[in-house]
Structure formats: C-alpha cells, structure tokens
C-alpha cells in the first residue's frame, strides 16, 4: 500500500510540474503551438486584407495610366462632363479661341495604343501624352467613335506599361474598385469606391449606354482614366458623373471593359467602328398600346418611322408595324433592339419577325453599315 501511494504522489507531482512547465512555455511563447486551418476551402485567405490588395493593385496598373493634353478650337459641344479646358487667346478675335483640354488615357498595348474619351480629343489639333514615369509624346488620332465616347490614340515610345482588359460582365455589386486619372490637372490621383450598380442606360450621355455606375471619386479630369479591380485589371473607362446641377455625390460611369475590348479592336482595323445597321425609329410599346393590338405587355416595339433606302425600307418594313423578334430573340424596348442591331456587322443577314393589322410576319433582311446617325 505504501509503495502504491508513493507512486501515485510521484505521478502527482510529475503531472502537475508538466502542466507548470506547458503553462509557462505556451505564455512565453505561443508562437510554438500547432495551428490549425478550421476556414472553408474556398474562403478568403485573410494573409490578402484589404490594406496589401489596394497597393499592389494600384503599383500594377497606374504606371499605365497617362495624362492627355489637347489643343482645339472652342467649341460648346465639346464642354462634357469631365472634361477641363483652360481659354487661350482673345475670344473677340476673328478666328476661335484655342483652348487646352485635359483628360487621361489608359496604355491598354505596349505597341503604345491608348484608350481614352471621344471628348477628350474630339477635334484637337494637338494631342500629347504623358506618363506617370515623366515621358511625353505626340499622340496621333487612331479612329473616335462618338457613340460610345471613345477614342483609340498611338504613340511611339518603347519600354511601355500597359494594363489589361478584365471582364466587365463578371464584375459584382459591391466589388472595391480604385479610380486611376489626372483630375484638375493634378497629375495622376487615385481614389477607391465600389461598384454601386452595372447596366446603366438612359443617362443621355452616348447613343449606347451600358455604364458602370460607381462611387469612386472621379473629377474634371479624370475623362478617359483607368477604373480598375484588385486584380490589377481594366474594368472600365472612366466617363461622366451625375450633374452637379443636383448636388449629387457618389455617382459617377465607366464604360464597360467588354464594350471598350469591341471598340478599340474596329478602331485598329478600321478606324470607325461599322454597326449594322435597319434604317428603323421605333419607339417602346406602352401597355395600352399593346393591349389594342392583342399583345401581350412588354409585347415589342412599335415603328415610329422607316428610313427610305434602307434595308427596313426594302424588306417593306412601315410605320405602324410591331417588331417583336430579332433573330428569335424577343425584343422588349427600343433601345434593346437598336444596340442589337448595331452589334451586329453589315453584311450580315437577319431575321425579323413582327406583326402588322393583327397578322404576323416574318422577314429576312441583310443590314447595311449604320451611318453616323440613324436606326
């Protein structure tokens, strides 16, 4: 019995000398424990916080971004939203006054191709670029495309920064963007917000619309600059905000990246981009408008007008008729149908399917090139 006390005294004293000795050891340094991984697998790694993303990600992409200083003749028409122009000459005099413009631009090739705002260069007489590195050259004028507000310039530099294109159709709501452009003139600036919306349409700013609206502080300036995701990409060209007419903060649009990837590939080839084109004015259907004609609610669109000569006029297409597929895809406002159209490339055959006085149709019809306005 003795010997069977002494032993569990022994064992005691051993124990609890141990649990003295981890207590002291885990205090000192906790460092030396295991740890263990209980996050779901796909779940963010928090080593990627926020405050290492936002640097990396501007330190990828804002060597890209480039100042654009024009001169042009003043003109009202080119006054748009985030532009800035400074008046150069006596305005009583005989020929316009000069203005210089400045807008930004992003290196989407190191060949030295630009993307930047139709307004930023519309009708400028001198175009130079400069880069965050210093370096400034003569810019020439690849193709504008007005209906998208964009622009596509080149310049002749080597050892060129340049940002990829990301896809703006898998940007989510809520996603921490970063504004990159040369606002008031300050050179480059770079400020942070989030995706607050996508799809904008309707703002009266291009003839296509499909902007992201975010709240990232953008200025006068910032035309043409760099929105950018965490990744490092190209998300948007930065464009216009909500007038300040309404004292609005917060809202501002970019033209989508994948709108951006198709509108500079036409400017390179062609110089202009070539839309199809119907020759159509439509107009969307109300719901009792609709429900005159038998149709459901959001049932087409109704011809305003057919352009004479055009491929419409052709097909016999006439006001009063009901568009209500294109290429069997059902088309609910006018808008919808005309941006369908003009995806598509002249030359290429369609089908349009409608109704007139109560009875369907449906006719094939080849589209010709969209000019520099129309339906």
């Not at 159509?280 to 004609?293: C, G, H, N």
């Not at 006439?318 to 995806?343: C, E, K, M, Y």
């Amino acid at each position: 019995m003795n010997r069977s006390r002494r032993i569990l005294l022994f064992l005691s004293r051993s124990i609890t000398l141990g649990l003295a000795a981890a207590f002291v050891v885990i205090w000192l340094r906790p460092d030396w424990l295991p740890r263990f991984d209980t996050r779901p697998a796909n779940a963010p790694d928090p080593n990627l916080s926020m405050l290492n993303l936002i640097p990396d990600a501007v330190a990828a992409t804002a060597p890209a971004v480039v100042n654009i200083y024009t001169t042009h003749a003043i003109n009202p028409g080119n006054l748009r939203p985030l532009s800035q122009f400074r008046l150069r000459g006596n305005s009583g005099a005989a020929t316009p006054p000069m203005v210089t413009s400045l807008g930004s631009g992003v290196v989407i090739d190191p060949a030295g191709f630009i993307a930047t705002n139709h307004h930023v260069v519309a009708a400028s007489r001198d175009i130079k670029v400069q880069l965050a590195d210093g370096r400034i050259a003569q810019a020439q004028t690849i193709g504008t495309d007005i209906d998208t507000d964009l622009a596509l310039l080149k310049i002749d530099l080597e050892d060129l920064p340049s940002m990829p294109l990301g896809r703006s159709d898998q940007i989510r709501i809520g996603e921490i963007v970063l504004a990159i452009g040369n606002p008031y003139g300050l050179s480059q600036t770079v400020t942070q917000g989030i995706v607050s919306a996508t799809g904008r349409t309707e703002l009266g700013v291009t003839r296509f619309e499909n902007f992201i609206q975010t709240d990232a502080a953008i200025n006068v300036g910032n035309s043409g600059g760099a929105l950018v995701n965490l990744r490092g990409e190209l998300i948007g060209i930065n464009t216009a905000v909500l007038g300040a007419d309404f004292s609005t903060e917060g809202i501002s649009f970019a033209i989508p990246s994948n709108m951006v990837r198709g509108v500079v590939a036409q400017l390179r080839t062609h110089g202009r981009v070539r839309r199809g084109w119907l020759g159509v004015v439509p107009k969307d259907l109300s719901k009792r408008r609709a429900a005159e004609l038998g149709l459901p609610e959001m049932g087409g669109i109704e011809l305003v007008d057919v352009f004479i000569n055009s491929p419409a006029a052709r097909i016999g297409l006439r006001p009063g008729d009901v568009i209500t597929h294109i290429n069997q895809q059902p088309v609910h406002f006018s808008r919808q149908a005309l941006n369908l159209i003009a995806s598509l490339e002249p030359g290429v055959n369609v089908e349009v399917s409608g109704t007139r006085n109560g009875r369907s149709f449906s006719a094939a019809v080849t589209l010709d090139e969209r000019p520099s306005s129309g339906g």
